[in-house]
């Protein structure tokens, strides 16, 4: 699940869009919430194509019931940031693809609202037992964004649950390179 994250939050800059049209989706499917994204996005291209550099840092990992030693290795390995860079085309800036949002069928959108330069969504996943419950808010344009998110994991009856706080930022740094 911590992969779902580090996915969802690489992949923003993708489907963050300008301040544009609004999609508001409540109980929804990762699927129907980017087919909205899509239909908004279609006539405008509401983020501008090109090369992206995104980071993501994770701020804060608390896994209870873990060895102190263990907890510790843990929270060095995943707290610090994470680069990629990606080259978004014209077509993928107007009409982004459901695996954009990286979530599965095994997730739904509680809520997601994307409106005037914001977003707020939250996001909840069952998978093997555990349930994952992604919470995101931020600002976008169409050449930038600003996330911030916390994710919650429960294990099931007795199962502590895993906690994370993350950032996320993404921009435009040009036009693709030839080779991309």
Known sequence: MIRSILLLGLALPLVSCGPGPTVSEE?????????KVREASKDQGLIRPGKWVSAVTIEEVSIPGMPPEA??????????????????????????????FAGND???????EMSSGKIDALMRC???????????????????????????????????PMTMQMRVEAERIGECDEAS
């Open 27 to 35: 109980n929804a499917s990762v699927e129907e919430v980017a087919d």
């Open 71 to 100: 907890a510790e290795q843990m929270q060095g390995m995943l707290t610090r940031t994470r680069s990629a860079e990606s080259c978004l085309t014209e077509e993928d800036a107007k009409q982004p693809r459901a695996t954009f």
């Open 106 to 112: 095994k997730c739904r959108y509680d809520r997601f």
């Open 126 to 160: 069952q998978q093997d037992g555990a349930t994952q419950v992604m919470e995101m808010t931020g600002t976008y344009s169409p050449s930038s964004y600003r996330m911030q998110m916390s994710s919650k994991t429960e294990a099931g009856p007795g199962g502590e």
